[in-house]
């Protein structure tokens, strides 16, 4: 059964660190890219991509987080990882990791890729606040 797992969210102060894993059952993560896409609390947000890690190894980060989050896989556990340092409130969201099949690449500012997720995670939630 395929099936993605979401960790390690929670509440966190501005300029704390959280780390997010994703465990990945019924497929192979290093054959895949494999996302981190964020959607806001509020009403409509878009869901933002954040962060890929291609099949080839390459990691790409929107504007947003670059430079203070980390992606990463752990292939003798199969399971995706997200490093988040330095937090801010505007982290705050619901996080997904998400299988595709595509390759991605770093466009002004955003990521796109050849095609979209076709499995995810049921989300963890990151809460920035004092």
């Known amino acids: 059964q395929v099936q993605l797992v979401e960790s390690g969210g929670g509440l966190v102060q501005p300029g704390g660190s959280l780390r997010l894993s994703c465990a990945v059952s019924g497929f192979t993560s290093s054959s895949y890219a494999m996302t981190w896409v964020r959607q806001g609390p509020g009403k409509g947000e878009i869901p933002e991509r954040i962060s890929v890690i291609n099949r080839d190894g390459s990691t790409i980060y929107s504007d947003s987080v670059k430079g203070r989050f980390a992606v990463s896989r752990d292939n003798a556990k199969n399971t995706l990882l997200l490093d988040m340092n330095n937090l801010k409130p505007e982290d705050t969201a619901k996080y997904y990791c998400?299988?595709?099949?595509?390759?991605?690449?770093?466009?002004?500012?955003?990521?796109?890729?050849?095609?979209?997720?076709?499995?995810w995670g049921q989300g963890i939630q990151v809460t920035v606040s004092s």
């Open positions: 998400a299988r595709s099949q595509g390759t991605y690449w770093a466009s002004d500012g955003a990521i796109i890729g050849t095609e979209g997720e076709d499995t």
